[in-house]
């Protein structure tokens, strides 16, 4: 067994062993916190550009489907007028009248 001395030594090193494991294990979890914490803000991030993503999708998709739509019932024409007006242009004998009133 040994002496009194010796036995309180072999306690006050592993105590001090001991004292270090939990500072250890305190700073691990305290990592995985912030660590998990991080990620948590990742997420919700990445959840948001999923969204914004997914609406810009919508729009496109939409869009897509009005093209089909125009070239389905041979409209190219017409869609091809339409575009222009809303650029500003008219043909030459044609008379644009602007409607200012809001109404």
């Known amino acids: 067994m040994g002496t009194l001395a010796e036995q309180k030594k072999k306690r006050k090193t592993g105590s001090g062993g001991n004292i270090l494991f939990r500072i250890a294990i305190c700073l691990l979890v305290c990592y995985l916190l912030g660590t998990f914490i991080h990620l948590q803000a990742e997420i919700a991030d990445k959840n948001a550009q999923l969204k914004a993503v997914n609406s810009q999708i919508e729009e496109q ?24 007006r809303e650029l500003g242009f008219v043909f030459p004998s044609e008379r644009v009248i602007v409607d200012v009133s809001g109404n």
């Open 61 to 84: 998709t939409a869009h897509n489907e009005e093209l089909q739509t125009v070239l389905a019932t041979n409209g190219e024409e017409e869609y091809m007028l339409n575009m222009v």
